[in-house]
């Protein structure tokens, strides 16, 4: 279960769906739990319509709002005396828990205060991102699954108790990269000394960002439909993308990486907001519309292009229902991975192994194994939706991410069952994991969490009114993970989204907080 990171104030005494805040609000004269009484006065009706009763005894109008506490109808009850002593039992029952409940929630709300006290300036988080106590579970409430509910109260009451935890880390919005005039995609980071940023947009083109500055140093336009992958190459300046006219073009950054270097000193103080790449100064130089290879061959949109590990070859995933391992250098394909009943969402190779995982809206993802001659192929199921994203770890991880708005963390040493299920507040898309093993997860309602492998929740991140993502979150990437000398003090984790924009985020460790 995930840990619910909203502020305990805003949890108790605002969340007009929480239980707790009839508890909390009552007034000194009222009795704990009277208001659930109420309920009985619905539930009673529910009941009786389902022993095929009249709800006469329950009164109309001005009547029937006299069921309360402590009063009786002057008419005399049609239900039997076994149903009456049952529902009886259970409200007292209800009362019984919710009189602790009440009791428990006194006691964290002088936590609350005396938090807030210590911590003036804690930052308090959206009131929108409250999930509360689940009413659900007071439905639920039978004598059959009394032991059940009472856990799950236990539970919802533990979210309250997690959120007085302080967090392992901590973000910060560092920059943005505007300039795409449309929703942007994918994201990534070059792992040169003179590091890049790359995003590929819907507006049908590709650039290549100054990391530092913000400025985009390149735009690829060689493709004829939407851009909808990016990945640079492990040891050379080049790039792959795929893209929505079923292809995917292998290209150089060189020029990029030079405009960088010859630019930096005459752009410092520019007010140039990259908007518009192709006019005035070094723009046309910028532009770059010619692929050095294009590999063609898929009957549909191409949704992800990567690198093999060494480089020499690639992987692209298609709508076609198949992705295809090729060689770059003679773009031909070496083989068709066939075998997903549905279009495909994603490929990823692993960072060292000749490993692919491509996931599909088929509700499985494949792990294809080339360490072989003869490779093999496994398939995993655990999620109930189409699966959006699978991404290796450093470790011996693959981390899943789905629309049932489900995360799973799976060891390829055995992977019949998923070792970690997160629960997400919407659907998942395009997950990093860096090398220290965090795993970042961007959502379709605009959010950013973090959590460890383990599944333990460790921060969001900030959502200040100009300083965040207006649309959908579409992908993150980490970033530094082999130098972190070179990105000391940078920004160290990118997100994209539909709002066209690309941030910088600095996400510190207790130890680097210590440190500073």
Same mark, same amino acid.
């Given at each position: 279960?995930?840990?619910?990171?909203?502020?305990?104030?805003?949890?108790?005494?605002?969340?007009?769906?929480?239980?707790?805040?009839?508890?909390?609000?009552?007034?000194?004269?009222?009795?704990?739990?009277?208001?659930?009484?109420?309920?009985?006065? =619905?539930?009673?009706?529910?009941?009786?319509?389902?022993?095929?009763?009249?709800?006469?005894?329950?009164?109309?109008?001005?009547?029937?709002?006299?069921?309360? @506490?402590?009063?009786?109808?002057?008419?005399?009850?049609?239900?039997?005396?076994?149903?009456?002593?049952?529902?009886?039992?259970?409200?007292?029952?209800?009362?019984?828990?919710?009189?602790?409940?009440?009791?428990?929630?006194?006691?964290?709300?002088?936590?609350?205060?005396?938090?807030?006290?210590?911590?003036?300036?804690?930052?308090?988080?959206?009131?929108? +991102?409250?999930?509360?106590?689940?009413?659900?579970?007071?439905?639920?409430?039978?004598?059959?699954?009394?032991?059940?509910?009472?856990?799950?109260?236990?539970?919802?009451?533990?979210?309250?108790?997690?959120?007085?935890?302080?967090?392992?880390?901590?973000?910060?919005?560092?920059?943005?990269?505007?300039?795409?005039?449309?929703?942007?995609?994918?994201?990534?980071?070059?792992?040169?000394?003179?590091?890049?940023?790359?995003?590929?947009?819907?507006?049908?083109?590709?650039?290549?960002?100054?990391?530092?500055?913000?400025?985009?140093?390149?735009?690829?336009?060689?493709?004829?439909?939407?851009?909808?992958?990016?990945?640079?190459?492990?040891?050379?300046?080049?790039?792959?993308?795929?893209?929505?006219?079923?292809?995917?073009?292998?290209?150089?950054?060189?020029?990029?990486?030079?405009?960088?270097?010859?630019?930096?000193?005459?752009?410092?103080?520019?007010?140039?907001?990259?908007?518009?790449?192709?006019?005035?100064?070094?723009?046309?130089?910028?532009?770059?519309?010619?692929?050095?290879?294009?590999?063609?061959?898929?009957?549909?949109?191409?949704?992800?292009?990567?690198?093999?590990?060494?480089?020499?070859?690639?992987?692209?995933?298609?709508?076609?229902?198949?992705?295809?391992?090729?060689?770059?250098?003679?773009?031909?394909?070496?083989?068709?991975?066939?075998?997903?009943?549905?279009?495909?969402?994603?490929?990823?190779?692993?960072?060292?192994? @000749?490993? /692919?995982?491509?996931?599909?809206?088929?509700? *499985?993802?494949?792990?294809?194994?080339? @360490?072989?001659?003869?490779? =093999?192929?496994?398939?995993?199921?655990?999620?109930?939706?189409?699966?959006?994203?699978?991404?290796?770890?450093?470790?011996?991880? /693959?981390?899943?991410?789905?629309?049932?708005? *489900?995360?799973?963390?799976?060891?390829?040493?055995?992977?019949?069952?998923?070792?970690?299920?997160?629960?997400?507040?919407?659907?998942?898309?395009?997950?990093?994991?860096?090398?220290?093993?965090?795993?970042?997860?961007?959502?379709?309602?605009?959010?950013?969490?973090?959590?460890?492998?383990?599944?333990?929740?460790?921060?969001?991140?900030?959502?200040?009114?100009?300083?965040?993502?207006? @649309?959908?979150?579409?992908?993150?990437?980490?970033?530094?993970?082999?130098?972190?000398?070179?990105?000391?003090?940078?920004?160290?984790?990118?997100?994209?989204?539909? +709002?066209?924009?690309?941030?910088?985020?600095?996400?510190?460790?207790?130890?680097?907080?210590?440190?500073?």
């Amino acid at each position: 279960m995930t840990t619910n990171t909203t502020s305990p104030t805003k949890h108790l005494m605002t969340t007009t769906s929480s239980p707790t805040k009839h508890l909390s609000t009552q007034s000194t004269s009222s009795k704990p739990g009277s208001d659930f009484y109420r309920l009985a006065e =619905s539930s009673s009706n529910k009941a009786l319509n389902a022993f095929g009763l009249s709800s006469v005894a329950g009164g109309g109008g001005r009547e029937g709002r006299k069921h309360r @506490r402590g009063s009786r109808d002057s008419r005399e009850s049609v239900l039997p005396h076994g149903y009456k002593t049952h529902l009886t039992s259970l409200f007292r029952e209800i009362e019984t828990e919710f009189e602790k409940l009440y009791v428990e929630n006194v006691r964290l709300k002088e936590q609350v205060c005396v938090l807030e006290k210590a911590c003036p300036d804690h930052n308090k988080m959206e009131a929108d +991102d409250t999930d509360g106590f689940d009413m659900n579970v007071i439905k639920s409430f039978t004598k059959k699954n009394f032991p059940k509910t009472r856990h799950k109260l236990k539970a919802q009451t533990s979210k309250i108790v997690s959120s007085f935890k302080t967090s392992a880390i901590s973000c910060s919005y560092v920059t943005e990269y505007r300039g795409h005039r449309d929703g942007i995609w994918d994201v990534t980071v070059s792992s040169c000394s003179n590091p890049v940023l790359g995003t590929a947009s819907a507006d049908r083109t590709a650039r290549v960002w100054s990391v530092d500055r913000a400025k985009c140093l390149m735009r690829y336009t060689g493709h004829q439909g939407s851009v909808n992958s990016v990945q640079f190459h492990p040891g050379q300046e080049l790039v792959i993308t795929g893209s929505g006219d079923g292809t995917a073009h292998v290209w150089s950054r060189g020029g990029a990486v030079q405009t960088r270097l010859q630019s930096s000193e005459e752009e410092a103080d520019s007010s140039d907001d990259g908007l518009e790449m192709t006019t005035g100064g070094t723009g046309e130089s910028m532009a770059q519309s010619q692929a050095m290879v294009v590999l063609a061959g898929h009957q549909g949109v191409v949704v992800s292009a990567d690198w093999l590990a060494g480089g020499d070859q690639a992987v692209t995933a298609s709508w076609d229902r198949t992705a295809a391992l090729w060689d770059v250098s003679t773009q031909t394909m070496i083989q068709s991975l066939a075998g997903h009943d549905m279009e495909l969402t994603g490929a990823a190779c692993h960072p060292a192994n @000749r490993l /692919i995982v491509t996931s599909s809206k088929d509700t *499985t993802f494949r792990l294809w194994d080339f @360490r072989e001659t003869i490779h =093999s192929v496994s398939v995993f199921q655990g999620h109930t939706d189409s699966v959006t994203c699978a991404a290796f770890s450093r470790s011996e991880h /693959i981390v899943s991410g789905s629309d049932d708005r *489900t995360v799973k963390v799976w060891d390829l040493r055995n992977m019949r069952a998923p070792l970690t299920n997160i629960q997400t507040d919407s659907q998942v898309n395009k997950l990093s994991i860096s090398a220290g093993g965090m795993v970042a997860v961007p959502q379709d309602n605009r959010h950013v969490y973090i959590y460890d492998i383990s599944g333990n929740k460790l921060a969001r991140l900030p959502r200040e009114s100009s300083k965040c993502h207006m @649309r959908m979150v579409s992908s993150v990437v980490w970033a530094g993970e082999g130098d972190r000398e070179n990105w000391k003090g940078k920004a160290n984790l990118f997100s994209v989204g539909f +709002d066209r924009v690309a941030m910088g985020w600095r996400v510190k460790s207790k130890e680097e907080q210590r440190a500073v």
